[in-house]
């Protein structure tokens, strides 16, 4: 294992570093001012005038490895660095169509699309001309078990009718975003309930459709990304639209979902930095009891811990982007589940630690603390909650173990 980075990510970290310092970091108040104003529900102006500066500078899908469609993507473990840059900030991924839930999407329909769906869809979002959304969870069930999902995918002739309701559905409030990608069963009475499920690719304009609300993360409403409660009504497409074929929906999900949790862990560490930076800042220009807030023990301590917490986390980040690209996601499975548990942790942590030291000015808007607190938070939910990694990290060692000590036992014997 050799987590240096190559020459060509120190010159891409270099790089981003710059137009982050240039372009992103001054113009966080537009942004905010922009999604807190009349017009938030509509696409960011600064975003929108950064991408073609993104684009020049060479820092445009980054995310996507190994594809002719984008020949600057890179690997996992040349992505982790500046994946981890880009989370400074939580929009700026946008700007290097870089940013959730597009990256999985895009990956799902290169890994597992038809050369006309890439055409049709795939195209424009690597343009970035175009936005997406991802469709799986549902209210009415528990979706941390997928196989609970009702929606129903039904072939009538040429077609598929889709049925159901879905919701916690990002970044379909975007009126940019056309194309949905839908989770349901094709086959609900197949004796294997990991092959009851498909995945369609279905227009978001398409007949049928409904928005019903959006819904609020800790009070925020994220435009225009949005989190999008959906209905889906007798919606009719083509049974080309189906992803891989019917019954493969758990495959193209462990697929889909592996890079896009290491993203997000990839983004986190970002965040921590970020808030751990805020916090030593702070603390160092606020006196409270005749000295610095800086030279108080428990602010050390905190600060200390602070460091370890994030440096362990990017190691083990690093790691499971290693194995991604040497083994492959299936056999990478344990540590992408144990860095899905340990990262939104980790952050929701540093970044508590950093508002405490803010006072009462870190549960405000001024900092950005508290909204990096509720990504975080809510990231212990999305692309499974952390019962469901720890119960999946459990069972893996166990069966590990339980080898090797059946292994040594035969080994005394002999």
Not at 246 to 258: D, V
Request: glycine share 8%; charged share 25%.
């Amino acid at each position: 294992m050799d987590f240096e980075y190559s020459p060509k990510v120190q010159a891409l970290r270099k790089r981003l570093m710059a137009f982050m310092d240039e372009h992103i970091y001054p113009n966080e108040k537009n942004y905010y001012e922009h999604c807190h104003g009349p017009k938030r529900w509509t696409p960011v102006p600064i975003i929108e005038e950064l991408k073609p500066k993104a684009k020049k500078a060479g820092l445009w899908n980054l995310f996507l490895p190994h594809s002719k469609r984008a020949p600057e993507g890179l690997s996992n473990l040349e992505y982790a660095p500046l994946c981890e840059i880009m989370g400074r900030v939580g929009w700026s991924a946008e700007v290097f169509n870089c940013s959730a839930p597009d990256t999985g999407n895009m990956e799902t329909i290169e890994r597992y699309g038809s050369e006309a769906q890439k055409k049709q869809w795939l195209d424009l979002l690597l343009r970035g001309e175009i936005r997406s959304a991802f469709l799986m969870t549902e209210p009415a069930v528990a979706s941390s078990d997928a196989t609970n999902i009702q929606c129903r995918i039904k072939r009538d002739g040429d077609d598929y009718v889709i049925n159901g309701t879905k919701w916690w559905s990002s970044g379909a409030g975007d009126p940019r975003c056309k194309v949905y990608i839908v989770m349901g069963k094709t086959d609900p009475d197949n004796a294997s309930r990991h092959n009851q499920q498909s995945m369609i690719l279905v227009p978001a304009d398409a007949k049928g459709i409904k928005i019903l609300r959006h819904l609020n993360v800790f009070g925020y409403d994220d435009a225009p990304h949005g989190h999008m409660e959906i209905a889906l009504k007798d919606v009719r497409v083509p049974a080309s639209s189906i992803l891989l074929g019917e019954g493969r929906g758990f495959e193209i999900a462990q697929g889909r979902l592996g890079p896009g949790r290491i993203h997000h862990c990839m983004r986190l560490i970002g965040q921590a930095e970020r808030a751990l930076e805020k916090m030593c800042k702070r603390a160092t220009n606020r006196v409270a009891f005749g000295r610095p807030v800086s030279e108080q023990g428990v602010t050390r301590e905190r600060i200390a811990e602070a460091r370890i917490m994030i440096d362990s986390a990017r190691f083990m980040v690093l790691n499971a982007a290693w194995k991604m690209d040497t083994v492959g996601n299936k056999i990478a499975k344990k540590e992408i589940a144990m860095i899905k548990v340990l990262a939104p942790n980790m952050a929701c942590q540093v970044i508590d630690w950093a508002m405490q030291v803010h006072g009462g000015g870190g549960v405000s808007d001024d900092f950005g603390l508290a909204y990096a607190y509720a990504h975080a938070r809510t990231l212990r939910f999305a692309d499974g909650p952390d019962e469901v990694h720890r119960n999946a990290v459990a069972k893996l060692e166990i069966a590990e173990q339980t080898t090797l000590a059946e292994a040594l036992t035969n080994k005394k014997r002999a």
